[in-house]
């Protein structure tokens, strides 16, 4: 199949991505897809007369990609892009991606989960892989995504949304519940995400978050063991337990050498394993999900599971926790990316 994956963008998370996408792309390319790598801002200026010999480019287009202990610079990513075009789509992104059989989402965060891009490529007919563009959307926007699990019943930590300017974040420290996070709705990979352990650090929380744009939770902070599961097609895989080297698990954690401690599977009693995989299933179906997605808990000391939030498209590098779970059950990286195209091929799309 001749396959265009989309990754980098604009996001916060656009290292990440392109990481992901740089797996993907040579994981397919290995499996004898005709596989390239396009970035969703910075796109491709040139292409040749016959855009259809790009699927046979050497090593699929893809860069060097890795991951750095802080986010990437967007303002520096808008200025290199030779057109400075405010698009979200990079020149001739979109008509490389009419040209394929299917486009593999390796994007996340805004402009990637958000649900636009899987919009713009169902109003075009091309196909893509993971959830429609609504249930992608509600996924994001974690403020969304709580009320569906409040509605549908999917444990999730006390919430409610934050409207206040720096300048009244003093006095909200003051009041607000502790413990607790501050967040951004639309954040990912630990980004926009706070854990204060005194009202000093919440002030300062509330000031830093309002950078990262959007609404804001504030969300009771539920103590016990971090666990991940992933759901692919229309099952649960088995679950990761993270333990942070730090205090926190941020987004040099997640990403770097030594920054956790992870084990799949979790060490878990057999009930305690059924019920995460259970809890996964059941906020992947409220939120209307497709394909495959992870879903974030926590596993408090009484027992009890609680969801943090539901990733429509997790990170696929080939350490992130969907490979090593799948990994787990005997799925390679590679049988994984062409089992997520079958899953995703062909499916009818009504959201």
């Known amino acids: 199949m001749k396959i265009v994956v989309l990754a980098g963008g604009l996001s916060t998370e656009r290292a990440v991505s392109l ?11 290995e499996r004898g897809h005709q596989a390239i790598l396009v970035d969703l801002f910075l796109g491709l200026e040139d292409i040749p007369e016959n855009p259809d010999s790009l699927f046979d480019a050497a090593d699929g287009l893809c860069p060097d990609a890795k991951i750095e202990t802080v986010a990437p610079d967007l303002e520096a990513v808008r200025r290199s892009r030779k057109d400075q075009s405010p698009r979200v789509f990079g020149p001739n992104v ?31 007919g091309v196909p893509y892989t993971g959830s429609g563009y609504l ?7 974690k403020a969304v995504s709580k009320r569906i699990m ?13 409207d206040y300017t720096a300048a009244q974040a003093p006095e909200l420290a003051r009041v607000l519940p502790m413990p607790c996070v501050i967040k951004t709705t639309t954040g990912g990979s630990s980004l926009g995400v706070y854990l204060p352990e005194n ?10 978050v309002l950078d990262f744009g959007g609404k804001i939770i504030c969300e009771e902070r539920i103590f016990g063991r971090e666990l991940t599961v992933a759901v692919l097609g229309d099952r649960a895989l088995p679950a990761v ?23 799949c599977p979790a060490h878990l009693t057999a009930a305690e394993a059924k019920a995460a995989g259970e809890l996964a299933l059941q906020a992947h179906r409220a939120l209307g999900l497709a394909v495959y997605s992870r879903t974030d808990m926590i596993l408090d000391s009484s027992g009890t599971l609680w969801c943090l939030e539901v990733n429509s498209l997790p990170g696929m590098t080939p350490t992130s926790f969907v490979p090593q779970e799948a990994a787990a059950i005997g799925m390679s990286y590679g049988e994984l990316c062409e ?12 959201n």
């Not at 008509?95 to 394929?100: F, I, N, S, T």
């Not at 249930?135 to 926007?141: E, F, H, P, Y």
């Not at 337990?241 to 992870?262: I, L, S, W």
Request: glycine share 12%.
């Open 19 to 29: 990481v992901t996408g740089t797996g993907i792309c040579r994981a397919l390319r």
């Open 94 to 124: 979109l008509e490389l991606c009419q040209r394929a059989d299917i486009v593999f989402l390796g994007l996340h965060g805004q402009d990637g989960e958000d649900g636009r891009v899987q919009a713009a490529l169902e109003l075009l």
């Open 135 to 141: 249930s992608s959307g509600i996924a994001m926007d």
């Open 150 to 162: 409040d509605a549908c019943g999917v444990p999730t930590p006390k919430w409610k949304t934050l």
């Open 199 to 208: 009202r000093e650090e919440l002030e300062e929380a509330l000031v830093n």
């Open 241 to 263: 337990e993270t333990v942070p080297a730090g205090k926190d698990f941020d987004y040099a954690a997640k990403y770097q050498k030594g920054g956790a401690a992870e084990t």
């Open 339 to 350: 089992e997520i195209v079958r899953l995703s091929y062909g499916l009818k799309r009504r």
